[in-house]
Nanobody, 122 residues
Framework: QVQLVESGGGLVQPGGSLRLSCVASGSQRNIGFMAWYRQVPGKERELVAELNDGYARYSDSVLGRFTISRDFAGDGAKSVMYLEMRTLKPEDTALYLC?????????????WGQGTQVTVSS
């Protein structure tokens, strides 16, 4: 099974920075692309950034301010995906969720973390 656990959210002032982390546990051979989404009550879940085979893609609303990356543990049983967020705006306030698409043994399955709250406010 693939498990995703996010951390790093919190309260930050406009213009500030945060770094979110998502620990992905389980055989990394079964994880394809990974992504960060965000959810605001009453709105559709929004894709923020995606990392697929080393290529990153961003939503227009965060392009140039957010950076997605991923580090792998040497044993192949864990990786950590990051979302470096800079120049934060009040409209970035949301629950940020980590997503992974399964491949191989977990082909076609979607895995989600529980989310970490980011609040941008003065």
């Amino acid at each position: 099974q693939v498990q995703l656990v996010e951390s790093g959210g919190g309260l930050v002032q406009p213009g500030g920075s945060l770094r979110l982390s998502c620990v992905a546990s389980g055989s990394q051979r079964n994880i394809g692309f990974m992504a960060w989404y965000r959810q605001v009550p009453g709105k559709e879940r929004e894709l923020v950034a995606e990392l697929n085979d080393g290529y990153a893609r961003y939503s227009d609303s965060v392009l140039g301010r957010f950076t997605i990356s991923r580090d792998f543990a040497g044993d192949g049983a864990k990786s950590v995906m990051y979302l470096e967020m800079r120049t934060l705006k009040p409209e970035d306030t949301a629950l940020y969720l980590c997503h992974a698409r399964g491949i191989n043994y977990y082909r076609g399955r979607d895995f989600w973390g529980q989310g970490t709250q980011v609040t941008v406010s003065s």
